[in-house]
């Protein structure tokens, strides 16, 4: 009897299975998957952990909305290494047949977008590389370093600096910020640039800040990232330099930014208090950088899709958005689909880093 009861159970159990399963198709909604690509692991991983978050917290507001479509997401770690991004892509297109992807950092987003532009698949790019959004189904959200360097710019112009060396790394992030404030140095004919190129997360400064020293440089214009920062500044201070050290947005992925004191750098627009307030309580103290733009560009594309009559015309919504009031603020899109916000000025004082108004 008990064997009975217990088959009769389980053919209940499968029944009521297949009924919630029916039930889910039956509710008509198409399932729209996105995939994300951020470095979780390798130097940048805290950066990653913290667009990781952003993503939680736009899956569960997105959870609360009433929308035609129902949105899965495909979180893969590149661990910012362009061999894993190759692989991570075909992934994506083939196995998990996403429908949209959103890369984050330049290096990234050189990588899919060709790819994406060949496969007609919407891609949007948390990068500071303009030629990135180049093509119909590429786009940009982040501010350029058009105006994150002009804010540089400004800044050393007010405080009179004339003489900047700049060490830039020899990759698709560093390079395009270094070029912008060149160009502009160039032009305005007043502020000298003397350039030294360094290996991606160079570690051995003290040759170089010998060598640069005896040409008496206002400030360093000092574009690194990840494991380049602790030795840079300890070798600052080994060899007793004094030049004002400044940077374009890789700061702002500093972990401890008290070693960077008294440091200025600019970087694209954050997020609202209220959306950092939010983010802190859930989870802790891990990095601000890119957290609310990357919440932007997931609200963006499910904007588009959305819109869109059917999944196949997303990319052509997207493009009609000019304007989007985001956490970061107002993000306007310009002919070359990249969705800019605006460029602001930080200083790390007492450990902390603070915005400047001037």
């Not at 940048?44 to 129902?70: F, P, Q, T, W, Y």
């Not at 297109?93 to 050189?110: E, M, N, R, Y």
């Not at 790394?169 to 004919?189: I, K």
């Amino acid at each position: 009897m008990k064997r009975l009861l217990s088959a009769l159970c389980m053919v209940l159990a499968l029944s009521a299975c297949d009924n919630k399963k029916e039930t889910v198709q039956a509710s008509g909604k198409p399932i729209i998957k996105i995939g994300i690509i951020a470095p979780l692991t390798g130097n940048l991983a805290m950066v990653g952990e913290g667009i990781k978050s952003s993503i939680i917290l736009a899956e569960e507001d997105l959870k609360a909305r009433n929308l035609k479509n129902k949105y899965e997401f495909v979180v893969e770690d590149d661990g910012y290494e362009a061999r894993k991004t190759a692989v991570i892509y075909p992934k994506l297109k083939s196995l998990d047949k996403v429908d949209a992807i959103l890369s984050t950092f330049s290096q990234t987003g050189k990588i899919i977008a060709p790819r994406a532009e060949a496969d007609k698949i919407l891609h949007i790019s948390l990068s500071s590389d303009a030629e990135i959004a180049n093509g119909k189904y590429n786009f940009l959200d982040w501010t350029t370093p058009k105006y994150t360097a002009k804010r540089l710019f400004e800044f050393c112009k007010k405080h009179d600096i004339k003489k900047i060396v700049s060490f830039v790394p020899n990759n698709a992030g560093a390079l395009p910020q270094e070029g912008a404030f060149m160009e502009l140095a160039r032009e305005d004919g007043e502020i000298e640039v003397s350039r030294h190129l360094i290996a991606p997360e160079e570690k051995e400064f003290r040759t170089l800040f010998v060598k640069t020293a005896k040409e008496k440089p206002d400030a360093y214009l000092a574009l690194i990232y990840g494991a380049s920062f602790v030795p840079f500044f300890e070798q600052y201070q080994e060899t007793r330099q004094t030049a004002l050290v400044t940077s374009i947005e890789t700061f702002a992925t500093l972990s401890d930014p008290s070693i960077a004191e008294g440091a200025y750098y600019t970087d694209a627009a954050v997020a609202n208090d209220a959306f950092i307030e939010r983010h802190k309580q859930r989870f802790g103290q891990i990095s601000r950088y890119g957290v609310g733009t990357m919440y932007d560009m997931i609200m963006l594309t499910v904007e588009a899709f959305e819109n869109a009559k059917d999944k196949n015309y997303a990319v052509d919504e997207l493009a009609k958005i000019k304007q989007y009031d985001g956490v970061v603020g107002t993000l306007t899109q310009d002919d070359e689909g990249i969705f800019n916000s605006e460029a602001v000025l930080m200083k790390i004082e007492n450990g902390k880093v603070i915005k400047v108004e001037e």
